[in-house]
């Protein structure tokens, strides 16, 4: 079946502007994850939601991150007044569930460049 | 909270000779480790995993050793392939209750054919 996908792939945006990501994750996975992988960087947790619960967002570098999810499926990340150290790509995850961890599949990321 | 170190940061090897790749992690609780490879440009696969009731774990040219109480485990590749130049990263899941990954800084493998 199909796999993790995200939207755009690239975004240039301008210091100051708001952004919104996309990630469709794989049908019938109730985890969703968002990490972010700056240049040369290992990837960084930003948030996490399971099925109906409170999402853990203790990743989130600031109050400019938000994220939701929807109908338990689609998710959206939004970076409110954008910052140049927000440049990265941003990459969702999506796993079965949470009885025992399980692999996470990844997206192709965004790539968000901040000017 | 969870913290992941991952040496090297760069390793360069001939083809078929063997590398390994070692992380340390802090969170004792810890109880899930994965592998990803990342090949330029594209997105992170997992290689192989690993979880903390298991000392060892192979697939092939692959395997993965954990060790608890040193709260270290290490990734071996033998017999390398140029195709296995990519860069690697470890992680760490720090609770059995959200799967989050906290993840090493990576390590970039050139095999040299």
């Known amino acids: 079946g199909a796999g993790v996908s995200q939207s755009p792939s690239n975004k240039v945006t301008e210091k100051g502007k708001d952004v919104e990501l996309r990630c469709d994750p794989i049908?019938?996975?109730?985890?969703l994850y968002w990490y972010r992988q700056s240049l040369g960087q290992g990837l960084e947790f930003l948030i996490y939601f399971q099925g109906n619960s409170a999402p853990d967002k203790s990743g989130l570098p600031s109050d400019r991150f938000s994220a939701e999810r929807t109908g338990g499926s689609v998710s959206t990340l939004t970076i409110q007044r954008t910052q140049q150290e927000d440049s990265a790509v941003y990459l969702c995850?999506?796993?079965?569930?949470?009885?025992?961890?399980?692999?996470?599949?990844f997206g192709p990321g965004t790539r968000l460049t901040v000017l | 909270g969870e913290n992941v170190e991952q040496h090297p940061s760069t390793l360069s090897v001939q083809e078929g000779d063997s590398a390994v790749i070692k992380c340390t992690y802090s969170d004792s609780a810890s109880n899930y480790f994965p592998w990803y490879k990342q090949e330029l440009g594209k997105r992170p696969q997992l290689i192989i995993d690993i979880r903390s009731n298991v000392g060892e774990k192979k697939d092939q040219r692959i395997a993965v050793t954990l060790n608890k109480t040193a709260k270290h485990f290490s990734l071996h590749i033998t017999e390398t392939q140029p195709e296995d130049s990519a860069v690697y990263f470890c992680a760490a899941s720090p609770s059995s209750n959200t799967g989050k990954l906290i993840f090493g800084q990576g390590t970039t493998l050139q095999v040299k054919p």
């Open positions: 049908s019938g996975h109730t985890a």
């Open positions: 995850a999506s796993s079965l569930g949470i009885l025992v961890v399980n692999e996470q599949f």
